[in-house]
């Protein structure tokens, strides 16, 4: 395979738009390019991360629509849906082209529309991601689900609803320096611990939001990436899942399919978690990101929680993750988020976060889950 | 790249199923592994077509659900949804997993169930195909885009509704001999001419039924391959797109897709559509059938009607076209499709097709086609 960079990275405003998802898409696609400083033209591939618009917008086949607006109707296109990790699968796709030698540049990335319909609404749509005949026939929805995995990390390692809340209040305060954030404000311990429980025992404050937004990312071989400003190098980008059935799970304070997808991008890279200066990871909930801190190898199991309520994963800490504000705060528009995760990397790297920068840093990771945990990718990016 | 092959296929009964669309893949991704003499555990990567799991089944995230099925709880899934050409697109994403070097073994296919829902809802629902804003608004449904195209060929090459009706006469003589189709039974022209009109000038014969069914593919490296029976290898890989609105394309009585991937795909194989045995194109409706045929190169612009009527396209014809039944009479699962044509010119090229077999086939093409023809892919295939 070919070495494979980043080049051009775009991302829209997250929080409620009165645009399809394939216009946010787009607008975030003509960013990144203008980025890369390359035309729409040289784009020969379209993959784009999308998951309920069949649901909340009765659109399907969103990839040569996207490409469609872009005025790109001639090169393939490829829309991928694996729940909330859809445009970070996209991404690996994308990297795969060019790394085969398939193309030179390829644009991915992915948008999402789910505040036009009712939270009610949209609740159940993100539910279609679990099990229809076995997990939403039982009422089980997201918060459900990490509920669950909450209580099995509180039984096995006595991790606390503070510690929790600790996540959401560090991501919030990253957060006021993102002002492509849906939430540029900071919250309490106070105000996490005694907001409304929505699955016992995750609250309000340990959930993200509904959001829609896009973005997008050009991937481009050395020889075109040679020429760009600021390349950003993927060192690896692996993808790993398990079984798609909670009760075919053996232990829920862990997730397997982050161990095993983390264990194959540090091998690709060559590199372990003692290297990674900066993370963005999939904190849907505030125990998403406790659970993925270990998984990632960041700390040990059951360690996630004291690390956090410590200081040691916000801004100026051990390890930075989720200075972007994460999901929880940044805001969660499913099909966008992880090409958004891969973009706050490569703007790390190229030290142009401004008041969020990680100082020096230069390899960085992202993380993405999907549903019931059934689709994990990790990618690692290095700067020269 | 390296050189890949297909060394397992795997097709369900076509038609109506009670079960789900991820159970109708595993179904048939069991019997390729099965033909390819392989254990599940074989397999390094599932790739997943299916278009309207959300709507008709409410199961998003298909690809870990299918993959879990098969007990392959670990490796990467990727469900991708591109219309009716889901799963060939998911088929040339495979093929560059494998000739990238990245993995060995590949699981590639597609299911979906679509008649567990009343038609004036599934015709709703594959609309979602067409723009949500500017085409479903007008009541644009699949029958009437096929519609236009009819047409815009009637009038430009004066192709007649007897010449469509030949299309469908031809594969449902096709399909008898095919004990996988949903219709197992010949037509005669006069039933097609005076079946009730949908879109005129298209009528009921003219277009392909509604049908759930899975199909799958198991693709390998070159040396996996030499050590299985009769490997099938892939020639081309190609996917084109063009303008997602009918109202931006110049000239519908083309699809500009289909050329632009069939000229991709020859030039990868190093032929030319002259040296093609055998061929499954997407006959979604009669007139698809005959412009596909004029895009792909094997009749002039203007001739395919002309040449279905005589007999060209038929099984002992120039060059038979859909001697599986096509779409149009083995049956049309949506994100089964592609990975079914293709399982049908592996069978043809390894000379088991039994009473259906073009004699002597050495080179096969598939081409399926999405949406409102905005993503066609087309792929080439040879045996030693």
Known sequence: MRRVAVIGVGVTKFGKHERSSSELFAEAAADALADAGLPASAVQAVYYGN???????????????????????????????????????????????????????????????????????STEYFAYASDAAWE?????????VFALI???????????????AAVAVKNHKHAVHNPKAQFQKEITL????????????????????????????????????????KPVWVLAAAAA???????????????PATERAAAAAYRQAGIGPQDVDVVELHDCFTIAEIVATEGLGLFEPGAGGRAAAEGQTSLGGKIPVNV????????????????????????????????????????????TLGGNTAT?????????
């Open 136 to 144: 939403q026939t039982l009422g089980l929805t997201f918060p459900g």
């Open 376 to 384: 994990v990718c990790v990618s690692l990016f290095g700067r020269d």
């Open 150 to 164: 909450a209580r099995a990390h509180m039984q096995k390692y006595g991790t606390t609803e503070a510690q929790m």
């Open 51 to 121: 998951v309920v618009g069949g649901e909340t917008e009765h659109q399907l086949h969103t990839s040569p629509q996207a490409a469609s607006i872009l005025g790109l109707p001639a090169v393939p296109t490829t829309r991928i849906e694996n729940a909330c990790a859809s445009s970070h699968v996209a991404f690996r796709h994308a990297v795969m082209e060019v790394g085969s030698g398939t193309s030179d540049v390829v644009l991915v990335g992915g948008g999402e529309r789910v505040l036009n319909v009712p939270t009610a609404e």
């Open 241 to 255: 899942a398990d079984w798609m059935l909670m009760a075919d799970k053996r232990d829920l304070s862990r997730v």
């Open 324 to 367: 972007s504000g994460g999901l929880k705060a940044k805001g969660h528009p499913i099909g966008a988020t992880g090409a958004a995760q891969v973009a706050e990397i490569v703007t790390q790297l190229r030290g142009e976060a401004g008041p969020r920068q990680v100082e020096g840093a230069r390899r960085g990771l992202a993380h």
């Open 190 to 229: 106070e105000q996490v611990l005694k907001s409304a429980y929505v699955a016992d025992p995750l609250k309000l404050y340990d959930c993200c939001p509904f959001t829609d937004g896009g973005a997008a990312l050009v991937l481009a071989s050395e020889e075109v990436a040679r020429r760009s400003r």
